[in-house]
């Protein structure tokens, strides 16, 4: 298994398989709009911009389950993500990470890098570094800066 088994629904609607991605460097991550951490979509996208053409790819799915932080549409995620914070990289459908209706992706990211103390994510902005051969090779925390992720990137790069 890897995550090139899975698909996902981008924010607007269509089913992307994740196969697509193949070859490519990945960041995971739920995010939600109205989040301490949110301001991290700003150096989430520098990272884009920076390695994006070296083969980076980084997948943000919206989630609502930590304290409501994303109750908007996914249109009104997508919008207020490009506005505020200029996302350019792939947005997908709002998920549930956790629970009996977590999105398989994210019930696979758990067991391949869990945390701490449980499998679950704990909060917003959990991030997973996954290499060309689609492995989970590393989990960061939600208060994980994206700059401090950097050099975990260029390694795979």
């Given at each position: 298994?890897?995550?090139?088994?899975?698909?996902?629904?981008?924010?607007?609607?269509?089913?992307?398989?994740?196969?697509?991605?193949?070859?490519?460097?990945?960041?995971?991550?739920?995010?939600?709009?109205?989040?301490?951490?949110?301001?991290?979509?700003?150096?989430?996208?520098?990272?884009?911009?920076?390695?994006?053409?070296?083969?980076?790819?980084?997948?943000?799915?919206?989630?609502?389950?930590?304290?409501?932080?994303?109750?908007?549409?996914?249109?009104?995620?997508?919008?207020?993500?490009?506005?505020?914070?200029?996302?350019?990289?792939?947005?997908?459908?709002?998920?549930?990470?956790?629970?009996?209706?977590?999105?398989?992706?994210?019930?696979?990211?758990?067991?391949?890098?869990?945390?701490?103390?449980?499998e679950?994510?704990?909060?917003?902005?959990t991030?997973?570094?996954?290499?060309?051969?689609?492995?989970?090779?590393?989990?960061?925390?939600?208060?994980?800066?994206?700059?401090?992720?950097?050099?975990?990137?260029?390694?795979?790069l």
């Amino acid at each position: 298994m890897s995550v090139y088994d899975y698909s996902a629904k981008k924010i607007l609607g269509e089913e992307k398989p994740l196969s697509d991605y193949e070859g490519k460097v990945l960041v995971i991550v739920n995010t939600a709009s109205k989040c301490g951490f949110t301001p991290q979509m700003d150096g989430l996208q520098e990272l884009y911009d920076k390695y994006n053409d070296k083969g980076l790819e980084i997948l943000s799915f919206p989630c609502n389950q930590f304290g409501k932080q994303d109750p908007g549409s996914n249109e009104e995620i997508q919008e207020f993500c490009s506005l505020n914070y200029g996302v350019s990289f792939p947005m997908f459908a709002k998920v549930d990470v956790n629970g009996e209706d977590a999105h398989p992706l994210f019930q696979y990211l758990t067991k391949e890098s869990p945390g701490i103390l449980s499998e679950k994510i704990k909060w917003n902005f959990t991030k997973f570094l996954v290499n060309r051969e689609g492995e989970v090779v590393k989990r960061f925390a939600p208060m994980t800066a994206p700059e401090k992720m950097e050099e975990e990137i260029q390694k795979l790069l």
